[in-house]
């Protein structure tokens, strides 16, 4: 009897985080939803035409077969996440290191509107002018569209703000012109950064968060980093915890009531 007690009680508590997780989802509607990164991840990115701010115009190709490389998407008359991000990712690099050895920046506007020169003026107030390894960019329309599509980035233009809404995105490619990873989010982590670098350079990383809205978690991880048990784990280990409870709950019953021996 204890044993079935247990398990309603595991049951219970099953069904109490369920609810709170539903009770506490925020609903999806209204914003930008993030890339998909199960999505494109592996996938190659389109090799379209670029116009950096020194007044070259290479393909992507020429970027990423050099070093791995790690492309942002911003607008430069955004109000918003576009700047801190760039001064974030500039900020952690240069914790981290290896810019301009492992792999390289490239900030590329997703606005048709924008110009080599107001690329020039947004590297200047992030901090990342004349750094080595960074680059700064336009394309045109076309060559935008085929881009943001095939790493399922989305942006819409806000008439109340006067501004696109879009998620913070950092995306890893590898030489091969593949996505390796999809960062999203306006704070990156130091930690969160070593791992894409590292994957970057072609050490396996076992387990990282995604950019997936995804409901049955088997870990979260914290602002660090640092992966904790979540309460999908519980969909893994309940089924083998019920089967072991009615197991111990059956040999318990068997030796409490032995069958009689027989005489002869």
Known sequence: MRSIAAIAVLLGMFSEVALAQTEGAVPSGGTIPR???????????????????DGSKPHLSELWQQRPLLLTLVFSRCYGVCSPFLKTIRSVADDVGGTARDYDFLVLSFDSRDTTDEMKIMAETTGAAGREGWHFGIASEADIDLLTKSISFQFKWNETSQQFDHPATLVALSEKGRI???????????????????????????IY???????????????????????????????A???????????RIVRRNPRPTSKS
């Open 209 to 239: 968060p995604t950019a997936a809205d995804v409901r049955f978690r088997c870990f979260e991880f914290s602002a660090d980093g640092v992966a904790r048990p979540s309460w999908g784990m519980l969909i893994l280990v309940l089924p």
């Open 180 to 206: 390796v990873r999809v960062v999203t989010g306006g704070a990156l982590s130091h930690a969160r950064f070593r791992e894409v670098t590292s994957e970057l350079r072609g050490n396996f990383v076992p």
């Open 241 to 251: 915890l019920f089967s072991l409870l009615i197991t111990v709950a059956v040999f």
């Open 35 to 53: 890339p998909d990164e199960a999505a494109v991840v592996f996938q190659p990115l389109p090799d379209i035409q670029i116009e950096l701010d």
